[in-house]
Structures are given as structure tokens and as C-alpha cells.
């Protein structure tokens, strides 16, 4: 993604605050399982995540580092965060191995998932067929249907939180990842009201405010389906007020231009995650047993028609909108710095303070 200046700016003055906090001495209990590479993976508001490598057998991991003055008045999203981490075993989420503390920072061991973004990964492929698409979406629907079974909301599922395990490999994991919005449910059914979530892939009832669940969730797969099978997303508008507006339609289209290749099975799974109406949408178990995912039924399965250059096409008919929107939604981002709610059913703010709320990381 190309970057303005001014978001060059934002994130080489982050970096070199955080980074210059995070480059001290590691706890020495770390340090006796761990060594720490000098490679940084990542950045985002509240962490630097890290490369660290085990001593026992050389495997490398993830380490996420979290200055405690950074979120200070925020610490309930680092703690539902880390009991997220510790319940979740799934061979397609990351978890967590290793919990350390200092007096300034916490310290998290998990997965490396060093095979890069999901449409990072994509784009690069010569052949890309509604087979290899059925596959990636299954991955993210038997994660998703685990959490769903442990009461746990993601509510941030996005490409860049699906990433997989190894690189150049055919047959690497897809992976969920980034809890920071997750929440666990403390009934069956709850209902959440704070807007949470990132533009493109939010459900129209965060943006409605009529409450919010699991299923919204399975909104992002089915938008992340539709961008698999045609490198554009279903939902967009010239600003972010107009992208909100068009999710709260509820209506897209398969432009034939890039659809006449795609089965009608594809398209009728898309229809059943992007229901508009929360309560009638496919749940994950549901979703799994579709025929486009088991491919059970021949004529209702993917096809194997080369798709690749169709999905680069689409995503270069919108590089220069996401551009525009991306650099827009991550100074808001930057104002706001996410400023979530830790009450959850605080349902007396008004749409717009609570929209205000609505997480643009990218």
C-alpha cells in the first residue's frame, strides 16, 4: 500500500517513540527461554511486535511487546485480549505460549505467522482458482466457528488479522489473528452496542446501532469472499460517510464483468453471509457445510476456472479509492486512538459519539 507523507510521518514518529522504550532489557525469565531478534514485525497503536526465537529448539515465535503507559485507562482491552489468548487453541487462530511482565510493559508469546497477509499472498499467485478461494474461507469459518462455540466474538475479521503460518507454501495454514476488539460473551446471546470494527468490513448493525453480535462476523467473511472472487470489495463509496451509507443499504451487485466466470454457488454463499437481517444470516457451522465449501454436490461446488487475473484486475480498478480512504480513516485513527468503550452495553451515547469510536486500523 502506498503511503502519503503524512501517514509516513504518523508512523515513523510512533515507531520511534515506542521502539525506543521497547529496546531495553527484557525480563530475565524471557530471556532464559527466549532470545530476541533485532527484526520488528509489526507496529500498530498499542505494541511493537517482534521476532524471538526459542533456545530449546531453535522454532521462532511472535513476541508482542505493550508499553503499560500506552494504555493506561485502556488496560480492560489488553486484559480481554490476553483471556482471549489463553483459552483459544485452533489450528487456524494464533495463540498465545508465553505471558511475561515488567514494571513497564507486558510481554506476549504467540504463533508466528510469517507467511504474510491473505491478499499479500494472493496477488502474487500465477493460478488462483474458486477452489483455492473455497479453501481459504473454510479456514476462516472453522476458526471462527471455534470461537463462536466458545462465546467469542472477533468483530475485527479483516485481511490483514488472517495471515498464514509459512511462506511459499502450498499448503499453509490461514490463521486468525489480533484480539485486541474480540470480546467474550458472558451469555449465549449477548448484545454489544460500541461500534467497533474496521470500514469495508463492518456489519450494517454496528453502524446502525440496533446491537451486535456473532454474527458479524460472518458480514466480513462474506465480504472477504466477495474480494477473493473479484479483487474488489461489495461495499464503497468516495469518503468514508458514503462507504457507511452504502453498508447500510445492504445492497452490492455481481458485475458481470467480473462475475460471469463465477458459479452460482459462490454468489449464493455470498448472499447468505452479506443477509442483511443479523438473525436470518448463515451462521459459521452452517457455512462450513455449504456445497461451495464441502464440495459435496459437483455442480454446486467451486469452480477451477484460473481467476487470477480477473482478482488483480479488480484490485487495481480501486488502488487509487482504498488509497485515498485508507489515508483519511488512519488520521482519524490517530485522533481518536481508539478510543473503545470498556462498557459495552452503555447504550445511552448518541450514534455519532459512538461511531466515533469505530476502529480504522489498517
Not at 467474550?184 to 469495508?200: E, R, V
Request: charged share 30%.
Amino acid at each position: 500500500m502506498k503511503r502519503t507523507p503524512l501517514m509516513k510521518r504518523l508512523m515513523t514518529l510512533f515507531k520511534k517513540t515506542h521502539e525506543k522504550n521497547v529496546d531495553q532489557a527484557y525480563p530475565e525469565d524471557l530471556e532464559r527461554e527466549y532470545t530476541v531478534t533485532k527484526k520488528t514485525l509489526g507496529v500498530g497503536s498499542f505494541a511493537v511486535v517482534k521476532e524471538c526465537i526459542r533456545k530449546s529448539d531453535d522454532k521462532p515465535f511472535a513476541l508482542k511487546i505493550i508499553l503499560k503507559k500506552v494504555i493506561a485507562g485502556k488496560e480492560h482491552m489488553l486484559t480481554s485480549e490476553l483471556d482471549i489468548l489463553k483459552s483459544v487453541r485452533h489450528p487456524n487462530i494464533v495463540s498465545m505460549h508465553a505471558l511475561y511482565e515488567s514494571k513497564d510493559a507486558v510481554y506476549i508469546i504467540t504463533d508466528l505467522a510469517s507467511g504474510g497477509e491473505l491478499f499479500q499472498q494472493l496477488l502474487q499467485k500465477g493460478s488462483y482458482t474458486e477452489k483455492d478461494a473455497s479453501n481459504l474461507v473454510r479456514q476462516m469459518l472453522e476458526g471462527l466457528a471455534y470461537l463462536h462455540d466458545n462465546d467469542i466474538v472477533h468483530r475485527d475479521i479483516k485481511p490483514e488479522n488472517l495471515l498464514f503460518d509459512t511462506a511459499n507454501d502450498e499448503d499453509s495454514k490461514l490463521m486468525i489473528t489480533d484480539f485486541g476488539l474480540s470480546k467474550i460473551l458472558k451469555h449465549h446471546d449477548d448484545i454489544l452496542m460500541t461500534a467497533c470494527g474496521t470500514p469495508g468490513y463492518v456489519a450494517p448493525e454496528v453502524l446502525l446501532q440496533t446491537g451486535h453480535g456473532k454474527p458479524v462476523d460472518l458480514w466480513s467473511v462474506g465480504v472477504i469472499m466477495f474480494t477473493l472472487l473479484s479483487g474488489y470489495t461489495p461495499f464503497w463509496g468516495e469518503d468514508q460517510a458514503s462507504l457507511f451509507e452504502s453498508i447500510m443499504s445492504g445492497k452490492y451487485e455481481f458485475d458481470e464483468e467480473y462475475w460471469s466466470e463465477i458459479s452460482d454457488s459462490a454468489k449464493n454463499l455470498i448472499d447468505c453471509l452479506l443477509t442483511f437481517d443479523p438473525a436470518k444470516r448463515i451462521t459459521a457451522k452452517e457455512a462450513m457445510e455449504h456445497p461451495w465449501i464441502t464440495g459435496d454436490q459437483e455442480e454446486a461446488g467451486p469452480r477451477t476456472t484460473n481467476l487470477a487475473n480477473i482478482v488483480r484486475r479488480g484490485f487495481d480498478s480501486r488502488n487509487t479509492f482504498k488509497s485515498v480512504v485508507t489515508a483519511m480513516t488512519l488520521l482519524n485513527h490517530w485522533k481518536n486512538l481508539e478510543d473503545l468503550s470498556e462498557d459495552e452495553d452503555d447504550s445511552n451515547e448518541s450514534d455519532e459519539e459512538s461511531l466515533r469510536k469505530l476502529d480504522v486500523r489498517h
